[in-house]
């Protein structure tokens, strides 16, 4: 692990272990002829780690190295310094080892009285088992869906007379945008009405020639010639019709139509302006519906294997602390992208509220189809201190303890955490940030309390 290993319960009686194990090696064997020189300074020469760090030597820092995820359960050393994952490092840790200042697990605080511990408001709640999904957190990229934005472009050449939306305006499908008059629109509208006035007429003249045909009057010849007259005075009428049709118009005044959405959503961009002489190649609005977005996902390239269609995404924004988005990968790509070595993949995401811009930046969670125990708690219970993370865990009505701890989103607001709480330990919400600045040496906290460091 390249985080700086945190030994905050490191004190120098602890190291005498593993020193006394080097002085104690038999010097008249072969295997003990090359230790020395196989052995560096501050080495553990029995486990070939850094002294400092050595679990075996000093079990007692097992729960610290756990706390933070840094821990290879089958060999019981750090996985950052374990022998046999990595042999490069020879035991030692690639970053220098730091002492951070955050408070340690199990340091107690304690009210100075009853009175002032029910006068703080401290409230708890009970951690609780659950089954959470393990996960592959990534960076992720909110986009407009294309099938959900639509560019409007006049249906016919024309001059703008006025507008129905502006910038920002929610619209409905079919809603007015704006109000044109072009004189294509009006010689349709002219031959239209023409032609059906034409068809009227060859079909008054196709029925008294069939008439006067019936009564020996009129030869065949004159019927059929009538009938020809009144059905291309029809697919006349019926060509006009359908070209206004085209720009969803068929009445009017003049040549005056009215452009209409297309799809609900919000009016992103107006070029329109009164009195504009436009062309069916301008575009005059642009409506997006964000109701249905996608996210841009991009998935570090040794996690690509894990993710697949159908998985679940839970998405957060800094800009919406608190609130979470959910989503379905719906494709990965099979090409790792060569300068930032991450897999493409994209999800569709839910924003019936509206909350979610597109172009905004969100880290995703893609949840992995195997459950795995946990302990949730609310994210309200969760302190951060020197870059640790922090919850108190309720001792008595006047005592509390800190716990260091590693989170993970869930759902509902709630947090599964690695640590050494228990489900059914009743952990601090409102009052645990009071808690937090009484354990901290630079705060100035509130003063009603007295802090216990946790014994080495």
Not at 158 to 174: M, Q, T, W, Y
Not at 179 to 185: D, G, N, Q, W
Not at 256 to 264: E, H, K, T
Not at 325 to 338: A, D, L
Request: hydrophobic share 40%.
């Amino acid at each position: 692990m390249r985080n700086a290993i945190v030994l905050g319960v490191l004190l120098v009686p602890l190291l005498m272990g593993c020193g006394q194990k080097v002085t104690q090696e038999t010097p008249n064997t072969s295997a003990a002829a090359a230790t020395p020189a196989a052995v560096g300074e501050g080495m553990c020469a029995e486990h070939g780690v850094l002294e400092a760090i050595c679990t075996k030597c000093h079990p007692k820092l097992i729960p610290v190295f756990q706390a933070r995820g840094d821990w290879c359960p089958e060999h019981g050393f750090p996985m950052s310094v374990c022998p046999i994952h990595h042999p490069e490092r020879g035991g030692r840790p690639e970053a220098q080892v730091a002492i951070d200042e955050a408070p340690a697990s199990g340091t107690k605080i304690r009210f100075k009285t009853l009175e002032t511990a029910r006068e703080a408001g401290i409230e708890t709640v009970p951690a609780v088992a659950g089954m959470e999904g393990a996960g592959v957190i990534a960076t992720a990229t909110i986009i407009a869906d294309a099938s959900h934005m639509a560019v409007v472009n006049p249906l016919a050449a024309g001059v703008v007379r006025s507008i129905k939306a502006d910038l920002g305006s929610r619209v409905a499908r079919g809603a007015p945008l704006a109000i044109l008059e072009s004189s294509a629109v009006g010689e349709d509208r002219s031959r239209l009405q023409a032609a059906r006035s034409r068809a009227s007429v060859a079909e008054a003249n196709y029925h008294r020639e069939k008439e006067l045909y019936e009564k020996g009057v009129s030869a065949l010849r004159e019927v059929e010639e009538a009938q020809r007259e009144w059905e291309a005075a029809k697919a006349e009428a019926s060509a006009a019709s359908s070209s206004l049709g085209m720009i969803g118009t068929s009445e009017g005044a003049a040549g005056a139509y009215v452009l209409r959405a297309p799809i609900s959503g919000v009016v992103t961009k107006r070029t329109a302006t009164l009195g504009r002489l436009v062309d069916t190649d301008d575009a005059l609005f642009e409506i997006v519906d964000v109701s249905e977005l996608w996210a841009d996902i991009d998935v570090p390239e040794v996690h690509a294997p894990r993710v697949r269609p159908g998985q679940r995404v839970v998405f957060t924004t800094d800009g919406l602390p608190g609130r979470e988005f959910h989503g379905t990968i719906k494709f990965i790509s099979p090409v790792i992208e060569p300068q930032t070595r991450t897999a493409k993949a994209r999800a569709a995401l839910s924003n019936r509220e509206g909350l979610l811009r597109a172009n905004v930046y969100a880290k995703a969670r893609i949840v992995d189809d195997g459950n795995r125990a946990s302990v949730l708690i609310p994210k309200a219970a969760v302190q951060e201190a020197k870059g640790v993370q922090l919850v108190f865990v309720q001792l008595a009505i006047d005592a509390y303890e800190a716990r260091r701890v590693k989170t993970t989103p869930a759902a509902n607001n709630m947090v599964a955490i690695a640590s050494d709480v228990r489900p059914g330990d009743r952990v601090v919400t409102t009052g645990s940030f009071l808690l937090k600045t009484e354990t901290l040496k630079e705060s100035i906290g509130a003063g009603c309390c007295e802090v216990e460091a946790p014994k080495p």
